[in-house]
């Protein structure tokens, strides 16, 4: 293979576990949307549901649909509002969706759905859903006429800004969100808490369901956790190694001189991949556990990077590249880090390898 994506299963039920000894009585809804941030929506869903893990989120109806195909006894909700045309669809394959609209509403009314709705209740994310006055309205709407409310949620904009700002206005959300507290005799999920919630909040009054997202994966925002377990890991091949005899630009652009004497590796792996263009003389990866910098423009399908002296003995081609890990996604310097935009990113063309116990069990795309 020219890459590929590890996946460490094993390590996931770990950390979900975690998870479930940190939420105590809560249920767990794993958030698989945009292909479960690029590990595979399908198969992450088949691992989980086959461990006790019931209950998945998705953010279109299409995704949802895509897990339907699996034909598990699991619960599926769609975080983002759909279009009305749509929500016959979900009820007629038992999608939950959410509410954020009086028209959803009373489409719902109109054609006596029995689709099941969150209602999705702005505390200050400031995306979708009812303000919580507005929100008090809707739910009694709802209950008054027969309309199948599972859920009422909101969702936490700034759990894992790490600062006192941002520990009180998240405070002030679910302090906001409490209110309808007053409904969990009536209504099956009270949910607020993502991954910053859950491993930075789960002491608040906060509803009987969590949702984890990127925290399944052994992260916070950019940051490992370090009581949760290590799942991916994306590798690829060394493709050449040269020394070079003169000073000698590299890549496009001649961004990066190499000096006489040095030695550098091209790699199978570029920006196609999911090695953002930005990382350019920016980031690094790990080869025989030595760190290389990432040197020159980050090409379409390949990049080149720099070998220290201590492993140049060591190096051949075909030797293998540590390309994408948590710890590395930690230290790359760019300005506008996002660990779900590097996860989400990595491209169709390589490989998915689900690993249990260290082995291989399933290689796709």
Not at 30 to 40: C, E, I
Not at 230 to 253: A, H, N, P
Request: aromatic share 10%; net charge neutral.
């Amino acid at each position: 293979m020219r890459a590929w994506l590890e996946i460490e299963m094993d390590n996931l039920l770990f950390n979900i576990d975690k998870i479930r000894k940190k939420v105590e009585n809560r249920e767990i809804m794993a958030v698989v949307k945009a292909n479960s941030y690029g590990f595979g929506a399908k198969e992450t869903v088949r691992y989980l549901s086959e461990h006790g893990v019931k209950k998945f989120a998705v953010a279109c109806l299409d995704e949802a649909l895509e897990l339907r195909e699996l034909k598990l006894p699991v619960e599926i909700l769609i975080l983002g509002v759909i279009f009305l045309d749509e929500i016959d669809i979900a009820d007629r394959n038992d999608i939950q969706i959410t509410v954020g609209n009086w028209d959803q509403i009373e489409y719902i009314k109109k054609n006596n759905l029995k689709v099941g709705v969150h209602i999705k209740i702005d505390t200050g994310m400031g995306r979708l859903g009812f303000l919580p006055e507005e929100g008090e309205r809707v739910v009694e709407y709802c209950l008054a006429n027969n309309i199948n409310i599972v859920g009422i949620y909101s969702h936490l904009s700034d759990a894992d800004g790490f600062n006192r700002e941002s520990d009180n206005y998240t405070e002030t959300q679910i302090k906001k969100f409490q209110i309808f507290e007053k409904y969990k005799d009536r209504v099956k999920y009270i949910h607020i808490l993502n991954s910053g919630g859950i491993l930075r909040f789960n002491h608040e009054l906060s509803g009987n369901l969590v949702r984890a997202g990127i925290c399944m994966y052994g992260m916070i925002a950019n940051y490992r956790v370090p009581e949760l377990k290590r799942v991916f890991c994306v590798k690829t091949k060394i493709l050449s190694i040269r020394t070079v005899e003169e000073d000698s630009f590299i890549s496009y652009g001649r961004k990066y001189t190499l000096h006489k004497g040095e030695t550098y590796a091209t790699i199978g792996v570029g920006y196609a991949d999911g090695i953002k263009k930005e990382f350019s003389n920016r980031s690094y990866v790990i080869i025989e556990n030595e760190k290389c910098p990432i040197i020159g423009e980050i090409c379409m399908d390949m990049c080149m990077v720099k070998i220290p002296d201590s492993i140049k003995d060591k190096v051949q081609i075909e030797t293998e590249v540590i390309v994408v890990r948590d710890d590395i996604i930690e230290e790359i310097n760019v300005e506008h880090k996002c660990s779900w935009d590097i996860l989400t990113g990595i491209g169709r063309r390589v490989y998915r390898v689900y690993k249990e116990n260290g082995k291989p069990y399933l290689i796709t795309r």
